[in-house]
């Protein structure tokens, strides 16, 4: 069965930095595009980036735009969330979550347990 296991969060000062990661299994993670969605206090679920199964292709919402990158490494089955510059507003859980194909534009298949982050002074 497909397991996502998101780690790396935890207390960060706005202007800080935070790295996420995903342990993946149970599916050939080469083949599927990855993203990672986030859920703040009180909030719906909103997607945050996006990677095709290579890597060469990824998207972001527009209020991470220029502070985020999302990359994988494909040998380790592994995705990761650079987060940099964090403000107030990007405190939320964030989840590790599998397309369901290998395009970014393929919806979401599966999401694994979240991590959370909260950025606050």
């Known amino acids: 069965d497909v397991q996502l296991q998101a780690s790396g969060g935890g207390l960060v000062q706005p202007g800080g930095s935070l790295r996420l990661s995903c342990r993946t299994s149970?599916?050939?993670?080469?083949?599927?595009?990855m993203r990672w969605l986030r859920q703040a206090p009180g909030k719906g679920l909103e997607r945050v980036s996006s990677?095709?199964?290579?890597?060469?292709?990824?998207g972001y919402a527009e209020f991470v735009k220029g502070r985020f990158t999302i990359s994988r490494d494909n040998a380790k089955n592994t995705l990761y969330l650079q987060m940099n510059d964090l403000k107030s507003e990007d405190t939320a859980v964030y989840y590790c979550?599998?397309?369901?194909?290998?395009?970014?534009?393929?919806?979401?298949?599966?999401r694994g347990q979240g991590t959370l982050v909260t950025v606050s002074s």
């Open positions: 990677i095709d199964h290579t890597g060469d292709h990824r």
């Open positions: 979550a599998k397309a369901a194909e290998g395009t970014i534009y393929s919806s979401t298949s599966d």
């Open positions: 149970g599916f050939t993670f080469s083949t599927y595009a």
